[in-house]
């Protein structure tokens, strides 16, 4: 199932959340959501106004590697 995330500032408060493709499409066709930026305006959200980004894809975390060097004579 592909994920999409709707970052938003709303009153100085930057929300994100993830949707299937249909939610997202009936939120936009209600007019919940509207104003849609295709690239990131300003890394600051309180100035993106009512606009929206969406992103489509997952969320990922780095996960660390351990390395082990041993020496053996």
Request: aromatic share 10%; net charge negative.
């Amino acid at each position: 199932m592909t994920k999409y995330f709707v970052i938003y500032n709303s009153d100085g408060e930057t929300s994100v959340r993830k949707y299937s493709e249909e939610e997202l499409l009936k939120r936009i066709d209600d007019g919940d959501l509207k104003g849609f930026v295709s690239a990131i305006p300003d890394p600051d959200t309180n100035y993106w106004g009512d606009s929206v980004l969406i992103i489509k894809g997952e969320i990922i975390s780095p996960k660390p590697i351990e390395v082990v060097t041993k020496y053996q004579l």
